[in-house]
């Protein structure tokens, strides 16, 4: 009973939820079980052991006390039966693929999906599995109707995406993909689950990079498959035994603890990204802001119907030129040139840089796009940053 309390608000479940205090002697914080294996008091009771059962561990590889806490956080969190935790958001992504897609089978996927999982699903999987993709810009839902066949096993969204920052319109495409049969997989690591929850939408598989918000130090890797159907969620804890993709308890402590702050910390970030993409907005020598909190964002009606807010990562285009971008990049002094994000720093990159132009078009952005994450060190500092960084060109 007291667990169901502590599931009827994010603010409980990241502190509180999945917790049995009783069980550790009454810490308030979780230990680390750091051990491989567990032992039993008889060879039968070994055999008998149900490794779905939350009070029973057999091996590291399979389950963990550590990693099953936070992955009881991470399920309440997104509304879902069960959430596996993986050692990295690719190995979540990847473990994803191999429980849908079969040998021959279809994946419409949006072209500015994660860069590293589109690799892998338009390399890896071909050659290995003989599947095919289909690429898909994936904000309007007629593309997606042309797109979706018989032979598509797997849609994979991304919404907001992480560069250009457009939407799909979530419930639409899961109509879609299960009149045919397809699962949908969509990654919220933008949103968290506190500004949107994608299996309440339709979606079949959630999936969360820990390295941002949910770690949110910049101290830890890991990935979460989050699922609604029971009897999914024991094939995706199969596929996670047999690929060995566990996060370590280490690891998942950390996020445990990173845990705790979530709902402080992203909104504060929101709070400042918003600020700032205001003031870019309004800024001469910028040509767009990607934001869906903006009401000028193209997508923003959608926004307002499938999210409930939006975290500190957004995009811009100046008008000038890839060096201008470049220059303003490289004058920045609180912002840091980094590739990833979530964590307390603000961060600034520019990932078409190196694209062709037309590969930049195709995903729908701009060699001289820049995406910055929002930091906590404070909006007046980032956006006088900022303000001196534009002033260089």
């Known amino acids: 009973m007291e667990q169901e309390f502590y599931k009827t608000s994010p603010e409980l479940i990241t502190t509180h939820y999945g917790e049995e205090y009783e069980r550790y002697y009454n810490a308030i914080i979780p230990p680390i079980y750091m051990n491989s294996l567990n032992i039993f008091p008889n060879i039968d009771a070994y055999f008998d052991a149900d490794k779905f059962d939350k009070h029973?561990?057999?091996?590291?590889?399979?389950?963990?006390?550590?990693?099953?806490?936070?992955?009881?956080k991470v399920?309440?969190?997104?509304?879902g039966c069960a959430a596996y935790a993986f050692a990295s958001g690719m190995a979540a992504a990847t473990t994803a693929v191999q429980s849908t897609v079969t040998a021959g089978g279809n994946i419409v996927c949006v072209r500015n999906a994660y860069g590293p999982l589109a690799n892998y699903i338009s390399t890896h999987c071909p050659e290995t599995m003989g599947t095919t993709v289909t690429w898909v810009i994936g904000d309007t839902v007629e593309e997606?109707?042309?797109?979706?066949?018989?032979?598509?096993?797997?849609?994979?969204?991304?919404?907001?995406?992480?560069?250009?920052?457009?939407?799909?319109?979530?419930?639409?495409?899961?109509?879609?993909?299960?009149a045919v049969g397809a699962k949908v997989y969509i990654d919220n690591t933008f949103c968290t689950p506190l500004y949107q929850n994608p299996l309440d939408l339709g979606a079949d598989i959630v999936m969360h990079t820990a390295s941002k918000y949910m770690g949110g130090h910049s101290d830890v890797i890991g990935g979460f498959l989050a699922v609604k159907d029971p009897e999914f969620a024991h094939y995706v804890a199969d596929k996670r035994e047999l690929l060995g993709g566990i996060i370590g308890p280490m690891e998942a402590w950390l996020i445990i603890r990173g845990l705790r702050t979530l709902t402080v910390r992203v909104p504060a970030h929101a709070e400042a990204a918003l600020k700032v993409a205001k003031f870019l907005e309004n800024h001469p020598k910028v040509r767009k802001v990607n934001y869906p909190a903006l009401e000028s964002f193209p997508q923003h009606e959608l926004y307002k119907k499938q999210m409930r807010g939006c975290t500190g990562l957004l995009s811009f285009e100046i008008e000038g030129t890839k060096e201008q971008a470049k220059q303003i990049v490289n004058s920045l002094k609180v912002f840091k040139i980094g590739v990833s994000w979530g964590g307390f720093e603000s961060l600034a990159c520019m990932p078409m840089l190196r694209m062709t132009d037309e590969k930049a078009a195709w995903v729908g952005g701009d060699q001289n796009t820049i995406r910055l994450h929002i930091g906590l060190e404070g909006v007046d500092a980032l956006i006088a940053d900022l303000d001196d960084a534009l002033a260089n060109i």
């Open 56 to 72: 029973t561990y057999i091996y590291g590889r399979v389950q963990n006390p550590t990693v099953r806490i936070l992955e009881e």
């Open 75 to 79: 399920a309440a969190l997104e509304h």
């Open 144 to 178: 997606f109707k042309e797109a979706i066949t018989g032979k598509t096993q797997l849609v994979i969204l991304e919404s907001p995406a992480s560069v250009t920052f457009t939407l799909q319109d979530i419930s639409a495409v899961c109509e879609l993909a299960h």
